[in-house]
């Protein structure tokens, strides 16, 4: 792993919302820290309601992690453009995300429950 990249569960119980409904619940979560950047909570796909989420024309190289593409939420209020990503196929060093979605806070609330 990159020295400046830590894996690691994150503790207790976590949840996505958005336009008044909740997206997913985790017990599985992973915690994502990057050198000064604020820790990002990834969500394994499984414990996300993945109906409401449409895979966007958005990608974004990391060069740590590789190439991540982004999803548009789809709600009854509209559409939250590039609310989510995912690294579909992480650099080896990151493999543990493989499976699992991140959210822009600005966009969605995350939250320990």
Same mark, same amino acid.
């Given at each position: 792993? =990159?020295?400046?990249?830590?894996?690691? +569960?994150?503790? @207790? !119980?976590?949840?996505?919302?958005?336009?008044? /409904?909740?997206? &997913?619940?985790?017990?599985n979560?992973?915690?994502?820290?990057?050198?000064?950047?604020?820790?990002?909570?990834?969500?394994?796909?499984?414990?996300?309601?993945?109906?409401f989420?449409?895979? =966007?024309?958005?990608?974004?190289?990391? +060069?740590?992690? @590789? !190439?991540?593409?982004?999803?548009?939420?789809? /709600?009854?209020? &509209?559409?939250?453009?590039?609310?989510?990503?995912?690294?579909?196929?992480?650099?080896?060093?990151?493999?543990?995300?493989?499976?699992?979605?991140?959210?822009?806070?600005a966009?969605?609330?995350?939250?320990?429950?």
């Open positions: 792993m =990159s020295d400046h990249i830590k894996i690691r +569960p994150a503790s @207790g !119980t976590w949840s996505v919302r958005a336009a008044g /409904a909740v997206l &997913g619940e985790s017990e979560a992973l915690e994502l820290t990057e050198g000064e950047y604020p820790d990002v909570i990834y969500f394994p796909r499984s414990d996300i309601s993945m109906a989420f449409e895979k =966007s024309e958005t990608t974004s190289t990391c +060069p740590h992690k @590789g !190439t991540a593409t982004h999803y548009n939420l789809e /709600a009854k209020s &509209g559409t939250f453009k590039d609310a989510a990503w995912s690294y579909e196929d992480p650099k080896d060093s990151v493999a543990d995300i493989k499976g699992y979605m991140a959210f822009y806070t966009k969605v609330a995350v939250e320990q429950l």
